[in-house]
């Protein structure tokens, strides 16, 4: 596999890309946007490893304009850790959103799934979609910036199906969340979550088949640190496993965190 790592910092470059090869991967560099423009047609990577504070353009731009051109795996990795930048990235098109510092093996682990995720939408259609003029308008284009008003702490909704209309309503599978309302509806069936489990549901949901790890839902749903607080996590996913009523609809990967199953809501 390719992977394209668009990273101005020569250390953390270098470091990145080290690691990634000794995990058997290739890897390409680029050290500013404009080259990695040049590059996505050139080397024609699997997945492009995606900084947001590059020298020439800002990487959400360069994010916008893969998308116009490619249906590349993107996964930004950056060192900006607030919500709306986590919102922005993934409404514009990125697959993932990785916070530097990070663990190595957690990236790799995000870069197999977004993968995976990525080649089965396109072995469902018979082939991958062709984004860019005349082609039909993907709902992470229509989607940023959201529209008002916005659930705090509402997860990450980016590659999730938006209704149509704009209506925020996100689509996964048999589940069905409606992030304005407030409402869950599981194969047509309403169902009531407390505030936390709707949350949490609209995080996992709002990128299925993604590795949430725990330290990321707690920031994003509770709003602080997970350290010593597991056993609340444990609660809520229980809970929110039994009231769904999917079995396997929320899988557990062992000393990381928590995914929604793309095929327990298919």
């Not at 957690?106 to 977004?114: D, G, K, M």
């Not at 709002?206 to 949430?212: S, W």
Request: aromatic share 4%.
């Amino acid at each position: 596999m390719l992977l394209l790592v668009v990273e101005d910092d020569d250390r953390v470059a270098g470091a990145l890309a080290g690691s990634l090869r000794r995990h058997g991967f290739d890897v390409v560099r680029a050290r500013t946007g404009t080259l990695a423009l040049d590059m996505l047609n050139s080397a024609q990577p699997d997945l492009v490893l995606l900084d947001l504070g590059l020298p020439d353009r800002d990487g959400f731009d360069i994010c916008t304009r893969i998308r116009l051109i490619s249906t590349v795996p993107i996964i930004m990795v950056t060192a900006r850790a607030e919500q709306a930048d986590r919102l922005r990235g993934l409404y514009t098109g990125a697959d993932d959103y990785v916070v530097k510092p990070f663990d190595v093996l957690e990236l790799i682990a995000r870069i197999h799934v977004v993968t995976r995720r990525s080649h089965q939408r396109g072995d469902a259609s018979g082939s991958r979609p062709e984004p860019g003029p005349g082609g039909p308008r993907p709902a992470w284009a229509r989607a940023w910036p959201p529209p008002a008003p916005v659930p705090t702490r509402p997860g990450q909704h980016g590659p999730g199906t938006l209704g149509s209309d704009g209506d925020q309503v996100l689509s996964v599978g048999r589940i069905s969340i409606d992030l304005r309302a407030r409402e869950v509806t599981v194969a047509g069936r309403e169902t009531a979550l407390t505030r936390k489990e709707f949350n949490l549901l609209a995080q996992l949901a709002g990128a299925p088949g993604v590795v949430f790890r725990r330290e990321q839902i707690f920031a994003e749903v509770w709003g602080y640190s997970s350290e010593g607080a597991s056993h609340t996590l444990e609660v809520h996913i229980a809970s929110l496993r039994a009231k769904l009523g999917l079995p396997g609809v929320i899988e557990t990967v062992r000393g990381i965190g928590y995914r929604l199953s793309t095929k327990a809501v298919g």
